[in-house]
């Protein structure tokens, strides 16, 4: 998964900064923003019309992670962002909406192989993801279920168990010369792996729908190469499961940005369009929502001041952070 880039500033900073801007308009090129978080966020996830984020709530180390994290909470656009009380591990890096056992909204958080669930309502603490280990990361669930990436002796697998603790079952062996990144869960087990590979030229980046059982399907892919800068960013999931959404994004030309849905039965696209544009953004990831409009949050910026950044250049404007569009 990719970790962007976190300013420097103080806990007190970071807390008060970004909520209180929730309604906040932002101008954009293409549709209108709201601002939802000023800060950029560590990892997002949209699940139908419901938004989930880790926020930074302590300044970032020299390698740009990050030991503290609030996890935030938009049930549907036009509501009120809510910070979740419950205490996360340390150095938590990953987010995905999902659904538990009993229906209710949930929000697996991955740290570092000790992964947790906290209840979207705010019930509750954190409590350890039964059966995971700290060879098992990118774990998202759908009523219960869960999928998730093993990695053992050099070797990924993408798994999948009926529930969290019981034993679980092989869906596939993620070929070698690929590292899988990110899964989303969809309606009757389907499964979205985003993977990538090195290459002499750049970075290869694939999207498969798996289903146990199931023949593999390739949704799309992207490759990098030459002065560019190119990949797939978010992948999102409809309410009900039935579509999955993946966001390509193009640095130095020559490839896609767009956005692309895709049935998650069949594995047909059924829509494309281009990616939004930002002001002073080169490439974001795009989170699509059930109604059309999107969730972003920037890949890489250009010429702009993040908040509290005391070497931005007078009157830069500021960074994205995490905004509404449409």
């Not at 807390?15 to 950029?40: I, M, N």
């Not at 030991?67 to 938590?92: E, H, I, M, N, Y």
């Amino acid at each position: 998964m990719r970790v962007p880039p976190v300013p420097s500033l103080t806990i007190p900073a970071l807390l008060c900064v970004g909520l209180a801007l929730s309604a906040a308009p932002a101008s954009a090129a293409d549709a209108p923003r709201t601002v939802l978080d000023a800060v950029e966020p560590v990892d997002v996830s949209v699940q139908g019309q419901r938004v989930a984020w880790l926020r930074p709530a302590s300044a970032p180390s020299r390698t740009g992670t990050v030991r503290t994290v609030q996890a935030v909470v938009l049930d549907a656009p036009g509501g009120t962002p809510r910070v979740l009380s419950a205490k996360l591990p340390d150095f938590a890096d990953s987010v995905a909406l999902g659904s538990d056992g009993n229906g209710r909204t949930v929000l697996t958080i991955g740290s570092r192989g000790r992964d947790v669930v906290v209840r979207a309502d705010g019930s509750g603490p954190a409590r350890r993801l039964r059966g995971q280990t700290s060879k098992d990361e990118a774990t998202v669930m759908r009523a219960g279920r869960i999928a998730f990436l093993r990695t053992s002796r050099g070797t990924t697998t993408l798994r999948f168990a009926t529930a969290a603790g019981r034993p679980s079952k092989l869906v596939r062996t993620v070929p070698r010369e690929y590292q899988g990144l990110r899964l989303a869960l969809g309606a009757r087990d389907a499964i979205a792996l985003h993977a990538y590979r090195p290459r002499d030229v750049g970075i290869g980046n694939i999207v498969w729908l798996m289903r146990p059982g199931k023949k593999v399907v390739r949704l799309t892919s992207q490759s990098t190469g030459g002065a560019s800068d190119n990949g797939i960013g978010a992948l999102t999931v409809s309410a009900d499961g039935s579509r999955f959404a993946v966001t390509r994004f193009n640095i130095g030309g020559g490839h896609p940005s767009d956005v692309q849905r895709f049935s998650a039965t069949s594995g047909k696209r059924v829509s494309v369009r281009p990616a939004t544009a930002v002001p002073n953004v080169d490439a974001l990831d795009e989170y699509v929502l059930d109604d059309g409009r999107s969730v972003v949050t920037p890949i890489e910026t250009f010429n702009c001041a993040r908040p509290g950044d005391p070497d931005a250049q007078p009157g830069a404007p500021a960074c994205l952070g995490l905004d509404l569009v449409g």
